[in-house]
C-alpha cells in the first residue's frame, strides 16, 4: 500500500475511531479536537471497528490497483479524436485565404498527425488541420520573408527563352502560395486491402470509443503506416480509409466515396501494403490485385511505393511508378501497360472508356454496388451513393454520367452480352456490368491506325431517355454466308464479318456479308427479317457522312413493314455477340476513311435514322 493510502485510510480512522471505540461523548469530542494521528492502532478497537478498518484497506488498495492497470491500459491505447484548439496564427489574407480552401476542398475530412519518429498518433479535423498546416507555414516563413520571396520569384525566374516567366505581381503571388502549401500541407495515405480475420481492422468507430484491440493486426498496420510515413518519407500527415472515415455518417461517407480519387490524386505518396507479398514475383497473387477500390489506389497517386508483408520496401526507387520491374509486373497482372499509365496520369480521359472498363471488369468488391462507385474518379465523373439499389442500377447511373460528359461516347459501346435489365433501363444498348467489357475490341485504340472513334463528329446529341438511347446512326443490311452462294456486292462498298451470336442459348458463329445484292434484290424470308447493322462511329455533316475502315456496329434482326421497307420504326431484335461487332469496309476509291454525300446514302445501299435503342 502507498504512503497516500496509508494517510487517506489514518486520517479515516481517526475521524471514525471514536464512533467505534467503547468510549463515551465527551471523549469523541476529546479525539475531535486534538487532531489526527498518524498510526493505526488497530487492537485498540473493538472487532465490528477492526472489520471495518481491514475493509477500508482492501478497499483503497483494491481501488488503487485498478486505476494503476487502467492507466497502463489507456497508456497503451490510441488516443481519442484531437480536436484542440490551437491559437490561430496570423499569416497574410491571400495565403489564409488559399489555405483554407486548399484544406476545406482538397484534402480529406480528416487525417492522422503523429511526431516524427511515427508515434503519439492523433486524428484531427478540418479545422484542426488547418491550424495544424498555418504553423509550420509560419514557423518556417514570416510575413517579411513571405513578401520578399515574392519579390524574388516575380524577377528572377525566367522561362527557357530567357524571359520573364510572370506577366504580373499576382502571378508570381500565386505561385510562392501554392508552392508554401503544397509543401507544408503534405500527406501521405495507405492503399491496403482490410484484414478479414477478426479483431480486424482499426476503424473511427473504434478509435472514437477506445475499443482498440492494441495488440490486434489491425492496430500493428496502423503504427507501422504510421511509422513508415514519418521516418521514411518525412511526412507527419497521413490517411487512412478504415480510421479516418465515420462511416455512421451518411453525408461523410458519401463525401468520402466522390472524393477519394481526388484525394489519392492530390496526396504526396501512395504507400501501398501488401500483405501477401515478400518479392516482387510474389506481387501476382497478392489479393491487392484483385479488389475494386485497388485499381483507383493504382492509378490516382502521383507517387507509389510498394511494401511486402514485412513493411520493407519492394524496391529501392523513391517512386515505383518509375520501376521498370514494378511496371513490368503491373502489365502481367493487369495488362495495363507503362504507356497507358503515363496516359492516364496526364489525363484520365487519354485512355479509352472500353479499356479502363476492362480494366476493372474482373476485380471484385465486398459491396455490390462499389463495382460502379469505386470507378466514379477513373472517368471522371461523379454520382450519389446509394447502397441497397443494387449492382445493375449503380453501373447504369455510372454509364449515364459518363455519356453526358465524354466525347468518347461511342466506345462505351465498345462491349459485348446482354443489356442491363428492362427493370432498370429500356435501353438495349446500355451494357449490365464492368465485365461486358471482357472482350472489348482495340481496333478503336489511340495506337491503331485507323479509325479513333474521338475523331468522330456528332450533330445530335446522344442523350438516354425513357424510350433508350436517343443516337444517330448509320444503318445497313447483312445476308447470312450460305456455302456455294455467290457474295455480290451491291454498291462499291462491301465487307463481310463473322460473329458468335447467341441462338438459343448457345454462341454460333456466323459469317454475314454486307451490301449484298442478295439482300437487296433477294427473297424477303417467311420470318419477315432480315439481319441488319448499325454503324456507330461515322462522322456527319450537313451535306455527307465520313465513314471509317473500321467501324464500331450492333448487329439486329430487323422485320420489314408491310410495304416491304425497313423502317426507323420496324420492330427489331439486338443480337447479343460475344465480342463486340466490327464492320471491316472496302471501298473501290479508297483504303481509309471515306466519304458519301446524303442523297447518295441510299444508292449506296445506306440509310441514316435517329432511333432510341
Not at 483 to 496: D, F, I, K, T
Request: charged share 25%; proline share 4%.
Amino acid at each position: 500500500m502507498t504512503s497516500d493510502a496509508l494517510a487517506l485510510l489514518s486520517a479515516l480512522e481517526n475521524f471514525i475511531r471514536p464512533l467505534i471505540r467503547s468510549r463515551d461523548r465527551h471523549s469523541f469530542d476529546t479525539e475531535i479536537n486534538e487532531g489526527t494521528s498518524t498510526s493505526l492502532d488497530v487492537d485498540a478497537l473493538t472487532p465490528e471497528g477492526q472489520k471495518f478498518v481491514a475493509a477500508l484497506g482492501n478497499f483503497v488498495l483494491n481501488t488503487l490497483t485498478m486505476q494503476e492497470a487502467h492507466r497502463r491500459r489507456e497508456e497503451s491505447r490510441i488516443p481519442e479524436p484531437s480536436e484542440t484548439q490551437i491559437t490561430p496564427p496570423t499569416l497574410p489574407q491571400k495565403l489564409t485565404d488559399a489555405l483554407r480552401a486548399h484544406v476545406f476542398n482538397d484534402v480529406p475530412v480528416r487525417l492522422l498527425t503523429f511526431g516524427p519518429d511515427g508515434s503519439h498518433v492523433q486524428i484531427i479535423e478540418r479545422n484542426t488541420i488547418y491550424d495544424h498546416i498555418a504553423h509550420k507555414i509560419l514557423a518556417k516563413v514570416d510575413v517579411d520573408k513571405f513578401n520578399s520571396s515574392i519579390e524574388t520569384e516575380f524577377t528572377s525566374r525566367r522561362n527557357l527563352q530567357g524571359q520573364q516567366l510572370y506577366q504580373s505581381f499576382e502571378e508570381a503571388e500565386k505561385a510562392v502560395i501554392s508552392a508554401l502549401i503544397e509543401e507544408h500541407s503534405r500527406y501521405v495515405v495507405l492503399s491496403h486491402t482490410w484484414i478479414q480475420d477478426s479483431p480486424g481492422e482499426v476503424t473511427y468507430k473504434d478509435w472514437h470509443l477506445r475499443s482498440s484491440d492494441v495488440g490486434g493486426l489491425g492496430h500493428q498496420k496502423l503504427s507501422k503506416f504510421c511509422r513508415i510515413a514519418a521516418q521514411n518519407h518525412k511526412v507527419t500527415l497521413a490517411w487512412m480509409d478504415s480510421v479516418c472515415i465515420n462511416k455512421s455518417s451518411s453525408s461523410e461517407l458519401d463525401e468520402s466515396i466522390r472524393s477519394m480519387y481526388k484525394w489519392y490524386n492530390n496526396s504526396f505518396l501512395c504507400i501501398t501494403y501488401l500483405a501477401d507479398t515478400t518479392t516482387t514475383a510474389d506481387m501476382r497473387g497478392d489479393r491487392w490485385f484483385t479488389r475494386g477500390w485497388t485499381l483507383q489506389e493504382l492509378l490516382a497517386p502521383r507517387q507509389i511505393k510498394f511494401y511486402d508483408k514485412n513493411w520493407s520496401p519492394l524496391t529501392s526507387h523513391d517512386n515505383d511508378k518509375h520501376s521498370r520491374n514494378i511496371k513490368k509486373e503491373i502489365k502481367t497482372i493487369t495488362t495495363i501497360t507503362s504507356s497507358e499509365l503515363s496516359r492516364f496520369h496526364r489525363n484520365v480521359h487519354d485512355v479509352e472508356i472500353s479499356r479502363k472498363m476492362q480494366w476493372a471488369a474482373s476485380r471484385e468488391v465486398t459491396k455490390e454496388e462499389d463495382a460502379a462507385y469505386s470507378l466514379m474518379g477513373i472517368f471522371g465523373v461523379s454520382i450519389s451513393i446509394a447502397y441497397g439499389e443494387g449492382a445493375q442500377r449503380a453501373f447504369f447511373r455510372l454509364v449515364e454520367a459518363i455519356l453526358s460528359t465524354s466525347q468518347d461516347v461511342w466506345d462505351v459501346f465498345n462491349c459485348s452480352g446482354p443489356p442491363a435489365p428492362v427493370r432498370i433501363h429500356h435501353s438495349s444498348l446500355i451494357p449490365s456490368s464492368p465485365k461486358d467489357y471482357l472482350l472489348r475490341s482495340p481496333a478503336f485504340d489511340r495506337s491503331s491506325a485507323h479509325s479513333l472513334i474521338s475523331s468522330t463528329t456528332i450533330l445530335e446529341p446522344i442523350t438516354v431517355t425513357h424510350l433508350g438511347v436517343r443516337m444517330r446512326v448509320l444503318f445497313l443490311l447483312g445476308q447470312e454466308a450460305l456455302a456455294g452462294e455467290p457474295y455480290v456486292p451491291y454498291s462499291r462498298l462491301s465487307g463481310s464479318v463473322t460473329i458468335n451470336v447467341l441462338k438459343d442459348f448457345v454462341y454460333t458463329t456466323q459469317t454475314y456479308h454486307l451490301f449484298s445484292q442478295t439482300a437487296f434484290y433477294g427473297r424477303i424470308p417467311d420470318s419477315r427479317e432480315i439481319p441488319a447493322f448499325c454503324i456507330l462511329n461515322f462522322s456527319e455533316t450537313t451535306d455527307a457522312v465520313y465513314i471509317p475502315s473500321d467501324c464500331l456496329a450492333l448487329g439486329f434482326q430487323w422485320s420489314f413493314d408491310d410495304t416491304s421497307k425497313l423502317t426507323s420504326t420496324g420492330n427489331r431484335r439486338r443480337m447479343v455477340t460475344k465480342e463486340p461487332i466490327v464492320l471491316q469496309l472496302h471501298d473501290t476509291s479508297t483504303d481509309q476513311q471515306f466519304r458519301i454525300f446524303k442523297k447518295d446514302l441510299a444508292f449506296e445501299g445506306l440509310q441514316l435514322f435517329t432511333l432510341h435503342l
